[in-house]
T-cell receptor, first 119, second 108 residues
Framework: QLQLQESGPGLVKPSETLSLTCTVSGGSISINNYYWGWIRQPPGKGLEWIGSRYYSGSTYYNPSLKSRVTVSVDTSKNQFSLRLNSVTAADTAVYYC????FGSGFDYWGQGTLVTVSS | DIQMTQSPSSLSASVGDRVTITCRASQSISSYLNWYQQKPGKAPKLLIYDAFSLQSGVPSRFSGSGSGTDFTLTISSLQPEDFATYYCQQSYITSALTFGGGTKVDIK
């Protein structure tokens, strides 16, 4: 059974960089036709896609976040990561990692991790 | 970006009721539409992908329909475990994936 698990700091200061890692177990991140993505959800609000990356390099980012986001993949560790620069309080959210096929839904999700931006 | 509009934003229903949630896209997305269920404190769960395909393990009381701009999620007989928030999501443009605002289903 595929499992995804987010890890990283739960508190980030304004203007700094948010960094999270998603560890994939029970399957390979180097699987054909699947992308690895990040989605976030501010407290009490809806879902916002952040970005997705294929293991071999093809990457897509939310246009509204593109200037601040990097999603990378480490196939040797079976992990993928999120970096979000210059954070503000508006970036406070539960961050989820998830898998999806190109053109289809997110079928496996991590449990989510709350990141609070505050000094 | 493609805007996804769900209606209603919330509804109250009883166990056994037939429930219908609507999702409208701001432009045609063919059948690239997915539905999720989210319970408090939990990650979303994929219910329906590609507009009408039932994800493995999801009860058959859930069904999806539609194409183009108008889509529907139907729960044929609402069960106690179905009280949750439901989201639609378009996967037509992979460089700009978007979710609907959500529909909260609670107990009447």
């Amino acid at each position: 059974q595929l499992q995804l698990q987010e890890s990283g700091p739960g508190l980030v200061k304004p203007s700094e960089t948010l960094s999270l890692t998603c560890t994939v177990s029970g399957g390979s991140i180097s699987i054909n036709n699947y992308y690895w993505g990040w989605i976030r959800q501010p407290p009490g609000k809806g879902l916002e896609w952040i970005g997705s990356r294929y293991y071999s390099g093809s990457t897509y980012y939310n246009p509204s976040l593109k200037s601040r986001v990097t999603v990378s993949v480490d196939t040797s560790k079976n992990q993928f990561s999120l970096r979000l620069n210059s954070v503000t309080a508006a970036d406070t959210a539960v961050y989820y990692c998830a898998r999806h096929r190109f053109g289809s839904g997110f079928d496996y999700w991590g449990q989510g991790t709350l990141v609070t931006v505050s000094s | 970006d493609i805007q996804m509009t769900q209606s209603p934003s919330s509804l109250s229903a009883s166990v056994g009721d037939r429930v219908t949630i609507t999702c409208r896209a701001s432009q045609s997305i063919s059948s690239y539409l997915n539905w999720y269920q989210q319970k408090p404190g939990k990650a979303p769960k994929l219910l329906i992908y590609d507009a009408f395909s039932l994800q493995s393990g999801v009860p058959s009381r859930f069904s999806g329909s539609g194409s183009g701009t108008d889509f529907t999620l139907t729960i044929s007989s609402l069960q106690p475990e179905d009280f949750a928030t439901y989201y639609c999501q378009q996967s037509y443009i992979t460089s700009a994936l978007t979710f609907g605002g959500g529909t909260k289903v609670d107990i009447k």
